[in-house]
């Protein structure tokens, strides 16, 4: 484990897993940032938050205090909702955020409900974090018995109110303009932007989107310094970032580290290298939805820009790693399912693309694939670029994309396994043991098991 | 305050009182819905048509608009689900850490007949599902609400054996 030379402030006690509860929160000088903002003019907090350079966590990497600035002069009521539905697969460090840091949301909401001029602000989680909104709920509560939100935030005569809102299992309700179609009690549809919801959001009125992490990261800039969140810069990313990393790796997790962290130091250094001494297959480094990289790109730089110049995306900031006994097909056609049953249906090319591509992979993976169902799949999928294929820029929202570029990638990088398998007739990765506990191998006559269908 | 029919609503009369305060905190009603939902859920361990109509009236929208919804969130059970109900993730990072064999697993031990989502018994609904955000812990599962993770034989028979 190498020496980190940065002090950690998101979850520097994260193997510990404790909440921290209001009394504490405050003996560790916890909402000095409120204190602060309700010191400042709302334009000078947005001064503060740009300066700092903080980008949105949640996948787009969208500069906060510019998104802030796009708000409507004069328009009110407004609102603030932070992306808690955290669905990405392969991305779980919102959870530890609210369940161990969850006053330190409140105190960034508290902040970002100041800076942008909103009175209500809405934690919308995805429903199967239970614990998380229980804890939410119980945080929000002692804010409100503290005095600290509610019709007079510490007597400043300002208003701030949280409304801790659970979703019910939808993975498109991440995103944005979904999540509010369903926070207004709809089907979690997407909507055609523009309007952005900045300008037309909930009930129709201006609101302010960002991820959990994004609206954590506010008190830390405003008490320590935008200084102090630029120290830790690679090109355009700047300050500490929340990495989830799992799979293969012997110590999966979710790591804090500078954004300037390659990924042969993130795998090898912090996560204790590939499980078993096994070699590394592929690596997928912003959530399931982008495109994976190959083990000769290990030293690519972990910031938005680094991860974009190898060719794929930081998205969520969750690292998948995947060892030999992957079968890069089989994988594919887990995510397939995946987005075939995430789609939401509105597009399509999204809807009809999502179900025809894992059609063709389930075909593929079970040795009943032939050469034309490759052409046709990337036909559909394109090469993992954007704008390429039937799906990718031709659909409302960009789940569409998601879905068509780990298929294009795949297809790309490993394109003779696609052929092996047509030639074969079968997968050729069999009696792979998947299974490990307690640092072994369960079932020892487990056999190569067929992607799950639909 | 509510109406005193809502009181008599045989599903959601008696947690009006706390339904009423959920509804008051948002800006239109409607809002309501997913909350509320989930109240009707927990009162019967599933969604039955009359639920759905008990939550159309208290939200004030109609049936179908209720159904549309709880149609569209998979965590919403539209059939009645074992005593304890157990959603196993199956997406990337849980499959390739043994998510299939955790499957096989339960399904065996458990008392589940091929192809069946509740065990013979009744005790345990099983359904494989996509993420839930336990990556890094894979494989996991929730079993009612609480989140279980990095699974392995014996810690799924500390768990699934405690309950009746
Ligand atoms: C299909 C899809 C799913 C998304 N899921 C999430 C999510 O779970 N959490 C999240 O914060 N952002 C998610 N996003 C991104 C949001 O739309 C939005 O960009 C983000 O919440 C903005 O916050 P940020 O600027 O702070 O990142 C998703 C986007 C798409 C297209
Ligand atoms: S791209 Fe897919 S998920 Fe997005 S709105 Fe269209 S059909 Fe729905």
């Known amino acids: 484990m190498p020496v980190d030379t940065f002090e950690k402030v998101y979850l520097p006690n994260i193997e510990r897993g404790e909440t921290e509860w209001l009394e504490e929160y405050r003996k560790q000088g916890g909402y000095e940032a409120t204190r602060m903002a309700l010191e400042m003019a709302p334009e000078k907090i947005v001064e503060v938050v740009k300066d700092s350079g903080l980008r949105g966590r949640g996948g787009a990497g969208f500069p906060a205090g510019m998104k802030w600035s796009f708000l409507p002069k004069g328009v009110y009521p407004r609102y603030l909702t932070v992306n808690a539905d955290e669905s990405e697969p392969g991305t779980c460090k919102d959870r530890p955020l609210m369940e161990q840091r969850p006053h330190t949301l409140i105190d960034g909401i508290i902040c970002t409900c100041l800076a942008i001029e909103s009175e209500l602000a809405f934690i919308y989680i995805r429903g199967e974090y239970y614990n998380s909104a229980d804890i939410m709920q119980k945080a929000v509560d002692e804010a409100y018995e503290a005095g600290l939100l509610g019709d007079d935030v510490l007597g400043s005569g300002r208003k701030v109110h949280v409304v801790v809102h659970s979703g019910a299992g939808a993975y498109i309700c991440g995103e944005e303009t979904a999540l509010l179609t369903s926070l207004e009690g709809y089907r979690g549809y997407p909507k055609l932007k523009p309007p952005f919801p900045a300008v037309s959001g909930l009930y129709g009125k201006p609101t302010i989107i960002n991820n959990v992490e994004t609206i954590v990261s506010v008190p830390f800039i405003l008490t320590k310094g935008a200084e102090w969140f630029k120290s830790f810069t690679h090109e355009r990313s700047t300050g500490l970032r929340l990495y989830s990393v799992s799979g293969h790796v012997n110590k999966p997790g979710v790591y804090e580290l500078p954004m300037t962290v390659t990924l042969r130091e993130m795998i090898y250094d912090y996560c204790g290298g590939i499980r078993n001494g096994h070699d590394l297959k592929f690596v997928i480094p912003g959530g399931s939805s982008v495109p994976w990289l190959l083990p000769d790109q290990l030293d690519t730089v972990m910031s938005m820009e680094g991860v974009q110049a190898a060719g794929s995306f930081l998205g969520s900031a969750a690292v998948m790693v995947l060892d030999h006994t992957v079968c890069p097909v089989w994988a594919v056609t887990n995510l397939g399912a995946f987005y075939r049953h995430e789609s939401c249906g509105q597009c399509t090319p999204c809807r009809e693309g999502a179900a025809w591509m894992h059609k063709i992979l389930l075909r593929l993976e079970n040795g009943q694939g032939t050469m034309e169902d490759l052409d046709t799949l990337a036909s559909i999928a394109g090469d993992g670029t954007p704008n390429t294929g039937m799906i990718s820029g031709r659909s409302i929202c960009a789940l569409g994309d998601a879905a068509a570029w780990p298929v294009g990638s795949a297809l790309k990088l490993f394109r003779e396994e696609f052929e092996e398998h047509v030639k074969l007739g079968h997968c050729p990765y069999k009696n792979k043991r998947y299974w490990m506990a307690d640092g072994k191998f369960v079932n020892e006559t487990f056999e190569h098991h067929p992607a799950w269908g639909h | ?164």
């Open chain 2, 1 to 164: 305050m509510p109406s005193e029919r809502l009181r008599t609503l045989p599903i959601l009369g008696d947690r009006i009182g706390e339904i009423e305060q959920i509804c008051a905190k948002y800006p239109e009603r409607r809002s309501a819905i997913l909350p509320v939902l989930w109240i009707a859920q927990k009162q019967e361990g599933w969604i039955s048509e009359d639920a759905m109509k008990e939550v159309a009236e208290v939200v004030g929208v109609t049936a179908a608009e209720v159904y549309e919804v709880v149609s569209f969130y998979t965590m919403f059970h539209q059939h009645p689900v074992g005593r304890h109900h157990i959603a196993l993730c199956k997406t990337l990072s849980c499959a390739v850490c043994g998510a299939h064999e955790v499957s096989a697993y339960i399904r065996e031990k458990y008392g589940f007949d091929a192809g069946k989502s509740i065990s013979r018994d009744g005790r345990f609904s099983i359904e494989e599902v996509e993420c839930i955000g336990a990556c890094t812990e894979a494989p996991a599962m929730l079993v009612g609400e609480k989140l279980h993770g990095d699974l392995t034989p014996k810690s799924i028979d500390d768990v699934l054996g405690k309950l009746d």
